[in-house]
């Protein structure tokens, strides 16, 4: 679905109408939008860390997952019986056959794994309820990467719109995936927010 500028900015946000407003938005300003729980939420473009987070870990899924599987980047999933609600994870575990797909929302039945990489914007309540939005959706396994802290977390068993079992860990800990994935995916190489090593080269420094 394509809104035109001059179309969603007239929109008044309402309940059914949400995806049509956010996909306005994310085409006439490049934000990400995402809808939480019945609220707007833009993020900023992903700073270059953010994304090598991203990257090795896409790397990592692509070399050792099963043929039936593939790890996708800017790709959304929803409730289905929900009518506005999707997120974009940074990351995402779904079958080959989406690579085929022409719709843009795929269904948390069919997600194995999300991954979302903390932003240095984020606040802990965006995180919490994010988190229990995947939860609510039942993906069956969620990532948390938090590149501020040097840390993760793995939450699993969703149940009563809450996850069951949270595994925290630290960069430098490998991340063990339960079935149908089992397998560990390492960490010692995702980079830390922080100053960045071409700001000075940028201002003549």
Known sequence: MTVAP?????????????????????????????????????????????????????????MVLPEALGAYQVSSIAVR????????????????????????????????????VISQSEKSREIRDKADWYAVARVPVLLVVDPRKGTWALHTRPDNGAYQDVLPGKFGESVPLPAPLGFEVATD??????????????TGT
């Open 81 to 116: 019986e929900d009518p506005d609600d999707y997120v974009t994870p940074d990351l995402i575990v779904l079958p080959i056959e989406w690579g085929e797909d022409d719709d843009w929302l795929a269904t948390p039945e069919d997600a194995v794994l999300a991954v979302e």
């Open 6 to 62: 001059e179309a969603w900015v007239r929109l008044r946000p309402r309940p059914g109408n949400l995806r049509e407003i956010a996909k306005g938005i994310e085409d006439a300003t490049g934000l990400r939008v995402q809808i939480v729980g019945g609220k707007l939420v833009m993020s900023p473009p992903r700073h270059g860390r953010h994304v090598g987070v991203v990257q090795r870990l896409c790397r990592q899924l692509n």
């Open 189 to 202: 190489r995702f980079p830390l927010y922080g100053d960045s090593p071409r700001a000075g080269r940028r």
